[in-house]
């Protein structure tokens, strides 16, 4: 079955740097777009950014572009969120989530990880 | 980007009765490319319902959803204690893709 598993979260100081990862299983990751999606705490979803299945595209949002990174190692099945300059305005649960269709950029999103929390704070 | 509004904030509701929850877009979603999620504490989101009225692998038939262009809408007939949740919606037809506020049913 699929399953998608983050790690990488904890607390760091603002101005730093944090990396997630989310391994991926249960089906052929190097076929699906995958996207990072955060929730603040009490709040609702923001989409963070995209890359797709072959690494030649990659979207972010405003709030995080320039800032954050997001790669894949296919051989791996793994996707990783690099997060620099961090701010108190990024402590927030990140999910990582599969698109729905192979090889589409446009979907919903049809499997979510457990979600890791990253918490900015001096 | 296409800003998406769920009305109403909170429904409260008893088992059994219908929920109506509602997701106007600011501009037209082309493609029907709408999807609803359900979100319980502490879990991520579960989708629900995809093309604005297609339902995921295991969703019930209880659930159902419809619209286009602007106006979206997901109905639950006769709520299960399970379906108390909160509910967005979220377009994926332009770039960036964009969630809704959240619509929370509860008891």
């Known amino acids: 079955q699929v399953q998608l598993v983050e790690s990488g979260g904890g607390v760091v100081q603002p101005g730093g740097s944090l990396r997630l990862s989310c391994a991926a299983s249960?089906?052929?990751?190097?076929?699906?777009?995958m996207h990072w999606v955060r929730q603040a705490p009490g709040k609702g979803l923001e989409w963070v950014g995209f890359?797709?299945?072959?690494?030649?595209?990659?979207y972010y949002a405003d709030s995080v572009k320039g800032r954050f990174t997001i790669s894949r190692d296919n051989s791996k099945n793994t996707l990783y969120l690099q997060m620099n300059s961090l701010s108190a305005e990024d402590t927030a649960v990140y999910y990582c989530?599969?698109?729905?269709?192979?090889?589409?950029?446009?979907?919903?999103?049809?499997?979510w990880g457990q979600g890791t929390l990253v918490t900015v704070s001096s | 980007e296409i800003v998406l509004t769920q009305s109403p904030d909170t429904l409260s509701l008893s088992p059994g009765e219908r929920a109506t929850l509602s997701c106007r877009a600011s501009?037209?979603?082309?493609?029907?490319?709408l999807a609803w999620y359900q979100q319980k504490p502490g879990q991520a989101p579960r989708l629900v319902i995809y093309?604005?009225?297609t339902r995921a692998t295991g969703i019930p038939d209880r659930f159902s959803g419809s619209g286009s262009g602007t106006e979206f809408s997901l109905t639950i007939r006769g709520l299960e204690p399970e379906d108390f949740a909160v509910y967005y919606c979220?377009?994926?037809?332009?770039?960036?893709?964009?969630f809704g506020q959240g619509t929370k049913v509860e008891i």
């Open positions: 989530a599969r698109v729905g269709r192979e090889f589409w950029t446009a979907s919903y999103f049809d499997y």
């Open positions: 249960g089906f052929t990751f190097s076929t699906f777009g």
């Open positions: 890359i797709r299945y072959d690494e030649m595209n990659k």
């Open positions: 501009q037209s979603v082309s493609s029907s490319y």
């Open positions: 093309d604005a009225s």
């Open positions: 979220q377009q994926y037809s332009s770039s960036p893709q964009t």
